[in-house]
């Protein structure tokens, strides 16, 4: 691809440099070799520039250069610019429509003839697979479940009765789809009497699930992650939350029951959201931190529980030396005591 | 179902309302719809009991109501009540006797001729399968474990070898139970040596294991979760610990080697337990508290390390407040100083 | 086996006891029958010992015992001279070269004759299997992975395309090894956009991976876990982490992307390590903390975020009583402000 394709398919301009470069690949700082165009967004990483063998770097419109012999490409977003050209490298690859022959599909299930069905994947009866769905081996959908057209499922998912999954989802290795929910009431002699759960999951259009996920249905009605949000690995998503349109869930998060992740929200990793509450649109938990209320839209939480991130930020601070200060107020009082006696 | 059968099976009592109205199913309040009868058991959500469309409701025995236009049933604790009618309404499906034939069962595994067991389930040697048990598909079973009746297995969960599932279990979903525990000695070299794993896991009856936990076999002798002792998705069970009766862990708990959850005991979400240490019937660990040392029976442990709830809650207050503490702490200390000087 | 030759096996000496004495296994101090070896290196346990059916106990050279009664091999390292035990007693079981009829193998796959692959495995092609190899029933093997001799796969573990096994590793069940890396940008309508993820994962030789784990590939260029490094259960390895050698990781422990755990670190349970930096050689963070910075080597570290473990175990003490800390200034406050009224 020559760099002016490459500017014109990323929306940025060529700044330095021959328009007519060939470009082969795109690669981080660190790794990328002649040919590759790679990017800075993060100034942290500005003295990497000098060592790095790209031929061509994706900078941020402001950003300075010390470089005369590599070619620049400048966008209002260098790390998006970056993404659209790895994504024009590194196309996701077509499916070739087929059904193993050792997969195993309940005769009541509806496949299209154009979807990707690898060796010793289990379909239930009553389910739907649409066009361009690629199922890699061993994954199992249990019975009435559906998946959208271009969704992609990695090997070792189960996804469980009933369960939606909407197009151009993707999800990875070894994760839960529906999942009974952890529900119990204590009988007379205090025994956990197990509640029935008979809800759903549901996953709209450009869902993306890690690996090792676990999602629970809800007891009766819908668990639901909506579109385009993102879950990492190892994340839990009980029963009967809802996760809103563009929300980020970082790895080994835990959301309790009926909680409401909003709009654009960032949970970073192993955060913990208690159950019933909302996490309000474009709110931040920062890592380790759990919240057990609503938080408000917009917020940036820290600390368990979560509160302000600056004021936790001054907290940890002065925690560092919590011993010293405990000493000191043992000091004080003995002080006053003394002036108070004189 | 008449509200009088479903009162009489609830163990509740008609307080408003026609004996012979039809109940048709169970939800929660934001959920029901005309003909079924759902409940309140958290004051928190008294306000929804205006616009709910359930046709009944359960309510604790001392619960007020502003509606007339809906059946009561009163009960002594209406969350149980309203787990007994879902039970009702969403019976346990019958299991369909039945050996898949793309199953694959060692020869000299021994199957009850009353259980179900999906396409490509692997069966070990030696293993014991009893009457009424459920493997759903792509189950893995090692050699020598025994399941015993009417237990349910959730496809993609490994049970290795030598473990026992006893009655009435259910394990979800990519579940592990028996991996090796984590277990190394630093030889001359500073190198790790693997120490041999090769106890077992016992699950007793009624256990209820989430989707993708980890419960690993104990180096020699067992790890053992008792009878009614429910586990929820993502949870570590580390080698050789004991899980009481009736303990409940939530989601993303960590136990680590040899330590003991007494009878009763409540773990939240993203709770740590370090080793070889005992918790005491019916303590409870708040979310994401921590603890390394013994807990007392009945104690109620926040924090990390954890101690005293209440303490906890008066300490997290102040500790929003320690940025201006630590200020406070110096400005006294220069006043104390001028006083002093005087 | 005999004592004497046990005790040349272990590298330990008799120091009581009749070095024909027959030797049939090894267990823990509670555990231990007739004719086992047990050990002490915990001085906590010291009660123990005149409790257990052992017949012999291997003890540091410089720990005390009351007991005539037992053999005792004295080794400079107790801990590690019954773990040489075990492992003469339960020796890795050799494989059965065989490939089962029911596993998929794709023609373009080269595996070794002398591997053991079970039931409904599944191997893309140009994938390479080494001597001695076990895959054990349920794995999927992407294509163009390599498995390195004597390695061994639990059922449910998914290996994504072209990842790399060393030899003598061991991977537990369903861990995932090369899932997509959590990597998007955020494009001009605030949606996310995936950045590509074509990087993998190489596990270097005698690498351990607990069950339920997740790696991720590198977006471009390699995760990579070095030789002799151990991972838990439950483990989150960002893309681009690079694990050094010989290092320890707990469970439920999670790493974000591009950072690096220095040699022999230890990470306890339910750490958190973000993103983009170094924990230097030999260091260690305790259970549950967490790090956004570099760590020094040979530091010890704690809390959210981690500081010095000494200093936060001053710090954590004095927080149990921070509510009356915070009582005790105000109070001194006031007196403060009578004396300068004075």
Known sequence: MKLFELAEATFSTIDQGDGGLNIIGAAGLD???PGDITFLANPKYTPQIKDT??????????????????????????????????????????????VHPAAIIDPAATISPNCEIGANVVVGKDCRIADGVKLF????????????RNSIIHSGVSIREN????????????????SDGFGYAKDEDKHWLKIPQVGRVVLEVYVEIGSNTAIDCASVGETRIKRGA???????????????????????????????????????GQVGIAGHLRVGDDAVLTAKSATSHDV???KIISGIPGFDNKDWLRATAAYRKLGAMAQKLRELSSRISKLEGE
């Open 137 to 148: 081996p061993n994954v199992t959908v249990y019975d009435g479940v559906s998946i959208g």
């Open 31 to 33: 790794i990328a070799g």
């Open 230 to 268: 993102k879950i990492d690995n190892l994340v839990q998503i009980g029963h009967s939350c809802t996760v809103e349109e563009d929300a980020l869930i970082c790895s080994q998060t835990g959301l309790a029951g009926s909680s409401v992740i909003g709009k654009r929200v960032i949970l970073a």
């Open 296 to 298: 408000e839209p917009g």
């Open 163 to 178: 369960c939606e999954v909407g197009e151009n989802c993707i999800v990875h290795n070894n994760s839960t789809i529906g």
């Open 53 to 98: 063998k790209a031929s061509a770097i994706f900078l941020n419109d402001d950003a300075g250069l010390e470089r005369i012999d590599i070619a620049v490409l400048r966008a209002k977003d260098a790390y998006l610019a970056y993404t659209r050209a790895l994504r024009l490298f590194y196309p996701r690859r077509d499916i070739v429509s087929s």
